[in-house]
């Protein structure tokens, strides 16, 4: 699965993060998450401006492209005339 940014829909506190600049994934454990790292969406401030904004625009945008750009090969064993 592809983390994309959260964009902000106006510069402010930082959706992805909630504005604490700390990115949190995964199961949480007594409170504490498993996993947490800096948000990328907002670079660890908690605020996005508009040219964060524009950044996480422009990263979403090529990542989809990039998945979309697969080159998505089919295994001919898989297929049904050959079964």
């Given at each position: 699965?592809?983390?994309?940014?959260?964009?902000?829909?106006?510069?402010?506190?930082?959706?992805?993060?909630?504005?604490?600049?700390?990115?949190?994934?995964?199961?949480?454990?007594?409170?504490k998450p498993?996993?947490?790292?800096?948000?990328?969406?907002?670079?660890?401030?908690?605020?996005?401006?508009?040219r964060?904004?524009?950044?996480?625009?422009?990263?979403?945008?090529?990542?989809?492209?990039?998945?979309?750009?697969?080159?998505?090969?089919?295994?001919?064993?898989?297929?049904?005339?050959?079964?």
């Open positions: 699965m592809y983390n994309l940014a959260i964009v902000n829909a106006k510069p402010g506190r930082c959706e992805k993060c909630s504005g604490r600049g700390v990115y949190s994934w995964g199961a949480v454990v007594n409170g498993s996993k947490s790292g800096t948000c990328y969406s907002c670079r660890g401030t908690g605020q996005q401006t508009n964060q904004r524009a950044r996480n625009s422009a990263y979403n945008r090529h990542t989809v492209a990039q998945i979309a750009a697969c080159d998505f090969v089919r295994d001919p064993g898989e297929d049904a005339a050959d079964r």
